[in-house]
């Protein structure tokens, strides 16, 4: 089918028979491209969201890069919020 997307071409070996096989009925794609698409965009979210994946710290230490540590949680400073923010208003109005 005619496209303005550019298109992709993909060696069909062993190993992608066999991934087309087991999983790619799974992505709810019928052709052949259809399940490789699927199964590649959702290839690459799990390896986003796998911090533990081994396969990216092995990337880092072969290119020099420092991966990040630490948490994404936002940590709010002990006692109530709504005390914090009375406390720094206060501050902020110079005390009154």
Avoid at 43 to 70: K, N, S
Wanted: aromatic share 2%; charged share 30%.
């Amino acid at each position: 089918m005619p496209t303005r997307l550019r298109r992709i071409g993909v060696l069909r070996d062993e190993v992608l028979d066999r991934a087309l096989r087991n999983a790619g009925p799974l992505s709810g794609e019928r052709s052949d491209a259809g399940q490789v698409r699927a199964l590649a965009l959702r290839g690459a979210a799990a390896l986003l969201e796998d911090e533990a994946d081994g396969a990216d710290r092995e990337f880092a230490e072969r290119h020099g890069i420092c991966l990040a540590t630490g948490t994404r949680e936002l940590r709010t400073p002990p006692g109530s919020p709504d005390a914090a923010a009375s406390e720094a208003l206060e501050w902020a109005r110079g005390g009154r």
